[in-house]
């Protein structure tokens, strides 16, 4: 997926340990198998390959991951998207993406994709690191983890049990940080070492929206879509679903209010963000 995934698992017994971290890491490499664009072999590549043809056979949790997709698009008005229309093709390396209104044809019945244009293809770089997370939290929790925290490229983190303190990259003042419990947290902005990265699928062009988002929930799929989504929107919609909370930097220097409380209903809620803590709490 282009990034470095990190686990940490706490507890006494460091072989089991050990071993359901290892199995976590192979729930992360097999998304990344099967889900990016630019492998060959990958079910993402058959499906891009065969746009404009024949429908492609999928098994049930990308068919549900996929009507996840659809749902993110139509909750967020479109400033989420997986799926591109490329003038030089269908998802070539380096051909500019356009976004397209034919959606992709999800039969259900017969676990089928068809992507009707033949220069379509579908992305999933904005959900796919939560994803493989949420694969990977699942994994550790069955093998009987209690207390371990993970992300991917540190812009999405997932804690099992906690509390766990993150550091937020913007505020005003720096120093920003989230304590979290048996949930997710995504990050987005406009700045780093790619400035002006996020664009607005709608039309193509650099999102400026809001400076930085953060966003919090049980699911770290659902904050990774929902992130890069209020960067293009710049405020969180009447449409976003119950249990998500986020908090967005301005355009100018990415500011978060002095103090800021999150919270998240449902089972094991309990994760507070706060903003500007310094001196040596930092």
Same mark, same amino acid.
């Not at 068919?63 to 139509?74: A, F, I, W």
């Not at 479109?78 to 992709?104: H, K, L, M, Q």
């Not at 039969?107 to 992507?115: E, H, K, P, Y």
């Not at 710049?234 to 919270?263: I, K, N, Y």
């Given at each position: 997926?282009?990034?470095?995934?990190?686990?940490?698992?706490?507890?006494?017994?460091?072989?089991? /340990?050990?071993?359901? *971290?290892?199995?976590? =890491?192979? +729930? #992360?490499?097999?998304?990344? $198998?099967?889900?990016?664009? !630019?492998?060959?072999?990958?079910?993402?590549?058959?499906?891009?390959?065969?746009?404009?043809?024949?429908?492609?056979?999928?098994?049930?949790?990308?068919?549900?991951?996929?009507?996840?997709?659809?749902?993110?698009?139509?909750?967020?008005?479109?400033?989420?998207?997986?799926?591109?229309?490329?003038?030089?093709?269908?998802?070539?390396?380096?051909?500019?993406?356009?976004?397209?209104?034919?959606?992709?044809?999800?039969?259900?019945?017969?676990?089928?994709?068809?992507?009707?244009?033949?220069?379509?293809?579908?992305?999933?770089?904005?959900?796919?690191?939560?994803?493989?997370?949420?694969?990977?939290?699942?994994?550790?929790?069955?093998?009987?983890?209690?207390?371990? /925290?993970?992300?991917? *490229?540190?812009?999405? =983190?997932? +804690? #099992?049990?906690?509390?766990? $303190?993150?550091?937020?990259? !913007?505020?005003?003042?720096?120093?920003?940080?989230?304590?979290?419990?048996?949930?997710?947290?995504?990050?987005?902005?406009?700045?780093?070492?790619?400035?002006?990265?996020?664009?607005?699928?709608?039309?193509?062009?650099?999102?400026?929206?809001?400076?930085?988002?953060?966003?919090?929930?049980?699911?770290?799929?659902?904050?990774?879509?929902?992130?890069?989504?209020?960067?293009?929107?710049?405020?969180?919609?009447?449409?976003?679903?119950?249990?998500?909370?986020?908090?967005?930097?301005?355009?100018?220097?990415?500011?978060?209010?002095?103090?800021?409380?999150?919270?998240?209903?449902?089972?094991?809620?309990?994760?507070?963000?706060?903003?500007?803590?310094?001196?040596?709490?930092?």
């Amino acid at each position: 997926m282009g990034t470095r995934f990190e686990l940490v698992l706490d507890g006494q017994d460091a072989t089991r /340990l050990r071993a359901a *971290g290892e199995e976590a =890491i192979e +729930a #992360i490499e097999d998304a990344h $198998r099967r889900l990016s664009r !630019f492998k060959r072999g990958s079910i993402i590549s058959e499906i891009n390959a065969a746009a404009g043809s024949d429908p492609v056979y999928v098994d049930d949790e990308l068919l549900d991951l996929l009507g996840r997709c659809e749902r993110y698009r139509v909750q967020t008005g479109g400033a989420f998207d997986i799926v591109f229309r490329a003038a030089g093709g269908a998802g070539e390396a380096g051909s500019e993406p356009i976004c397209t209104n034919r959606r992709p044809i999800l039969d259900i019945d017969t676990r089928r994709v068809a992507l009707p244009d033949p220069c379509q293809y579908i992305d999933l770089g904005g959900v796919a690191k939560g994803f493989a997370l949420d694969l990977a939290a699942e994994s550790l929790r069955e093998t009987g983890v209690e207390r371990a /925290l993970l992300h991917g *490229g540190t812009s999405t =983190i997932v +804690a #099992i049990g906690g509390p766990w $303190r993150i550091g937020l990259p !913007f505020g005003d003042p720096p120093g920003a940080r989230v304590t979290l419990e048996n949930l997710a947290l995504s990050v987005s902005s406009q700045h780093g070492d790619r400035p002006g990265h996020v664009l607005d699928p709608r039309t193509g062009k650099i999102a400026d929206g809001a400076h930085a988002a953060a966003c919090l929930a049980r699911s770290a799929e659902q904050t990774d879509a929902w992130a890069t989504a209020l960067v293009v929107l710049g405020c969180l919609p009447e449409s976003a679903p119950p249990g998500l909370t986020a908090v967005l930097g301005s355009a100018d220097r990415g500011t978060l209010p002095s103090e800021q409380r999150w919270t998240v209903e449902g089972p094991h809620a309990g994760a507070v963000a706060i903003g500007s803590t310094h001196g040596a709490d930092r």
